[in-house]
């Protein structure tokens, strides 16, 4: 049951980004008003954090009442945080907790933005609850990786751009060894 809650808890993230970014999106075309995407999907988070609360919540996802309040790292973070506290997290655990996010960043920009711009906004993303380094970038390589998997580069094509890019970014050495050495 525990595996089957995890997987449950994951998907949810996942709609819940993706809501967050249908919605930033969404502001960007009708009003102009876009701003930063990983705020977008923090509010979002905030309120996948607030299922059972009352009040304004920006997600439709919120109103849909089988989502069950599971609890993670991402859950306890994002509940404490306000949006001026995006990105100032120490958090390290649960660093899977992430992989969600990144996959979203991927699904939803793959056609209609860069691969760098993917590498930068899946590690803003991350960055809402995980403060970690390591963490931080292989989230910004996940998300790279996959866009150019969706855009139909081969495996290998998709590891080696994406290891060129995450290459580009200060103490990413320990990361960028671990990624050749399991490609090896």
């Known amino acids: 049951s525990n595996i089957g809650d995890d997987m449950g808890l994951d998907t949810q993230q996942l709609l819940f980004t993706i809501n967050g970014i249908l919605y930033g999106e969404t502001r960007l075309r009708i009003k102009g008003i876009g701003g930063d995407m990983s705020k977008w999907i923090f509010l979002a988070l905030k309120d996948w954090s607030k299922l059972d609360s009352n009040g304004f919540k920006i997600t439709w996802l919120s109103n849909y009442k089988d989502f069950k309040k599971g609890s993670n790292s991402t859950l306890e973070i994002v509940k404490d945080m306000d949006i001026n ?11 899977s907790d992430v992989l969600s996010r990144s996959i979203a960043i991927s699904l939803c920009y793959f056609n209609s933005k860069s691969t760098e711009e993917i590498f930068e906004l899946s590690m803003k993303v991350c960055s809402i609850t995980h403060g970690n380094n390591l963490i931080v970038l292989s989230s910004g390589f996940l998300s790279s990786f996959l866009s150019l998997l969706l855009n139909g580069k081969d495996l290998d094509t998709a590891f080696t751009l994406s290891l060129e890019i995450l290459k580009k970014y200060p103490n990413s050495e320990v990361l960028v060894k671990r990624l050749e050495e399991k490609n090896g």
């Open 85 to 95: 506290s995006v990105g100032k997290s120490s958090n390290d655990r649960d660093e």
